[in-house]
């Protein structure tokens, strides 16, 4: 295994968690360079990122995160640093074999997963595939949990659109305009968004090869339908500590697919952020570290907690 090192700036860091330095590195996985961010010491935490994202979209809870555990956010093939896929992008047939192999290349054993959007349905297909992989579960506005999407993303899927979207894109002022419509669906306050987030996503999308992979993973997730794998009917499987993490704003997956999972999942409890929008980690990354880092601490740390708490909170810290 070779790994390459790299320094990354990671904005904002508190005072107190500028000690937990972020490593930028590249390994090699099924034969792909892969970009991973790694950070802080302890037990392992994964965190998988969403659609048209990458792993610095976790930078902002990265820090905090990081003071109890060793960080490692992934980015999925064709995505941020990372190499497009040899195979597919469809979550349970490539990306979760896909990680099981990252995994098992950094030889990282039984370990905590977060996954937003796509990277929760990765999520839950690498726990399906082996529930021992995984000590939690968290799943952040994860797909996976009814057809119901965002009409555009279905659209996105669809012949000919999405090579349409990316002459659009290239077009002048055509990048930044893309940027602009995805914060309006994924946030529920827009001019909250980090600037460094829409600078990146900018970025992102002028990078070769980043719109390809965007649109052959819209094709391997979405149809006319809605999404293409739905795995409510196979959650009870999962007896592992969950976390469900829901902004009550979100305009990609609706909120009542995040009570469908918790009702079908046998250990799962419900954190509803009232004024939050897709990426909970980004529009509220405060609020989304404090409650992941509790959750994490009460199942590493079971004599800490006297009550669970209950199955629906509403978040407002």
């Known amino acids: 295994m070779s790994v390459i090192l790299r320094s990354v700036s990671v904005e904002p860091q508190p005072r107190d968690q500028r000690e937990f330095a972020v490593r930028d590195r590249q390994v090699t996985v099924d034969g792909m360079s892969t970009q991973y961010l790694e950070a802080g010491a302890g037990p392992p935490l994964l965190l998988l990122h969403g659609y048209e994202q990458s792993a610095t979209s976790w930078r902002w809870v990265i820090p905090a995160l990081a003071r109890t555990h060793r960080v490692l956010a992934l980015s999925l093939p064709g995505h941020g640093d990372s190499a497009p896929a040899v195979g597919g992008y469809a979550p349970g047939r490539d990306l979760a074999p896909f990680v099981a192999d990252f995994l098992d290349t950094l030889g990282v054993g039984p370990l905590d997963v977060v996954g937003n959007s796509v990277g929760g349905a990765v999520a839950l297909r690498l726990a399906l595939a082996d529930p021992r992989r995984a000590r939690t579960l968290t799943l952040v506005g994860s797909a996976g949990l009814g057809r119901e999407v965002n009409p555009l993303l279905a659209l996105a899927a669809l012949p000919v659109v999405g090579e349409l979207a990316i002459l659009l894109t290239q077009m002048p002022g055509g990048g930044m305009l893309r940027t602009t419509m995805s914060a309006a669906m994924l946030f529920a306050q827009p001019w909250r968004v980090p600037a ?37 009917d196979e959650l009870h499987a999962l007896t592992m500590p969950t976390l469900v993490v829901w902004g009550a704003c979100d305009y990609v997956l609706p909120v009542y697919q995040a009570q469908a999972a918790v009702d079908r999942l046998p250990a799962a409890r419900l954190a509803l952020f009232p004024d939050c929008g897709h990426l909970p980690h980004v529009e509220c990354p405060d609020r989304f570290a404090a409650v992941l880092s509790e959750f994490l601490a009460e199942h590493h740390h079971p004599s800490r907690t006297a009550h669970r708490p209950p199955a629906l909170a509403h978040v407002d810290l």
């Open 196 to 232: 460094e987030f829409v600078a990146e996503q900018h970025a992102l999308g002028c990078r070769a090869g980043q719109l390809e992979a965007a649109t052959a993973m819209a094709r391997a997730l979405f149809d006319v339908n809605g999404q293409r794998e739905v795995l409510l």
